[in-house]
């Protein structure tokens, strides 16, 4: 879910503004109640939790590659 990327990568850039599962969770059933999503499209605790674990592992591997190609240099 995009939102859910939204709220990780926000955390992520100011580590003060870190989102929890369930934190997401509140913030996505405000956004129901301001008709800006349908309660269908809102996943349950446990599978928000388990898209965080997810999520963070591939972004660290995509970190980890990008500071690879850095280190590398252009000429290598």
């Not at 709220?7 to 580590?15: A, I, M, S, T």
């Not at 008709?35 to 928000?48: A, F, G, S």
Request: hydrophobic share 30%; charged share 35%.
């Amino acid at each position: 879910m995009e939102t859910l990327e939204e709220y990780f990568l926000e955390g992520d850039v100011d580590k003060s503004k870190r989102f929890t599962a369930t934190n997401m969770l509140e913030n996505l059933r405000n956004k129901v109640e301001e008709r800006e999503l349908d309660e269908e499209e809102i996943p349950k605790l446990q599978t928000i939790q388990g898209w965080i674990s997810r999520y963070s592992a591939q972004h660290r591997q995509k970190w980890q590659k990008c500071l690879w190609y850095v280190r590398r240099g252009p000429s290598s």
